[in-house]
């Protein structure tokens, strides 16, 4: 068996000497479409902030294509091939959609591969194109959206790391989100999913584990979650 692309063994972190995630280990194979799954306030985000270098675990380790990263600091995972995009989209509202994406790719000096990405991005989001000159902060929240998951391909990542993405979206707009999502993971890139629509984010999971109070409680295929009796009762209401 090849070792995952991302292992986490015994993971505790928290918040001003509050821990919130209480020994968590996972493992992501590469290639994989992994879902963490779980209600409000369970340290799905957390994790993902840990991973990506935005906080020090206390204890445990993250190792990463091999290397142990566990408190690495973000500008040194990025340039590893970690792309996290946040919660709420964090978009530079008064840049134009080209300006947003060629932040994603500020490491990279060779101004052809810039653009190599940029019409890779543009391939995938066709609106992002019609509004590249438009002002980040004037289109709709599923184009935001887009703008943000191609920001974070703009590093051409081995890891895509996506919290929340249909928060604050229309339905129609999730399942379209959710459909580019499956087609940057069939292009390659692994990718690791926090969703708070819990069975759209297990339909389309390769694997998924369930949080609750900073504790893995389950984990398994997703059609084995979605199957799962607690699962249904606590997260799809049936």
């Known amino acids: 068996m090849t070792e995952p692309i991302l292992k986490i063994t015994d993971l505790q972190c928290g918040y001003d000497g509050v821990q919130v995630i209480h020994g968590v280990s996972m493992e992501v194979a590469e290639g994989e479409l992994v879902a963490i799954i779980g209600a409000n306030g369970a340290g799905k985000s957390t994790i993902m902030k840990s991973i990506a270098g935005l906080m020090n675990p206390t204890a445990g380790s993250i190792v990463f294509a091999g290397e142990d990263i566990t408190n690495f600091p973000a500008h040194k995972n990025v340039p590893k091939g970690i792309s996290y995009v946040p919660e709420g989209r964090r978009l530079f509202s008064r840049l134009s959609v080209k300006e947003n994406l060629e932040l994603g790719a500020f490491g990279v000096q060779d101004r052809a591969l810039v653009e190599e990405r940029l019409e890779m991005v543009f391939g995938m989001f066709p609106i992002l194109k019609a509004r ?12 935001q959206q887009m703008c ?3 920001r974070g391909l703009m590093n051409n990542p081995k890891l895509l790391m996506l919290d929340e993405l249909s928060l604050g979206l229309m339905p129609s ?6 459909e ?11 990718v690791l999913l926090v969703e ?21 409680v389950q984990e398994g295929s997703g059609l084995e979650l979605l199957d799962s009796e607690d699962v249904r009762k606590a997260y799809l209401g049936l």
């Open 173 to 178: 707009l999730v399942e379209k989100v959710l």
């Open 196 to 216: 708070q629509m819990v069975q759209e984010a297990l339909e389309i999971a390769n694997r998924g584990y369930v949080v609750q109070t900073g504790r893995i």
């Open 148 to 150: 943000a998951i191609g």
């Open 180 to 190: 580019a999502v499956v087609a940057i993971n069939r292009k390659g890139v692994t």
């Open 132 to 143: 590249a000159t438009q002002q980040a902060d004037t289109m709709s929240g599923g184009e």
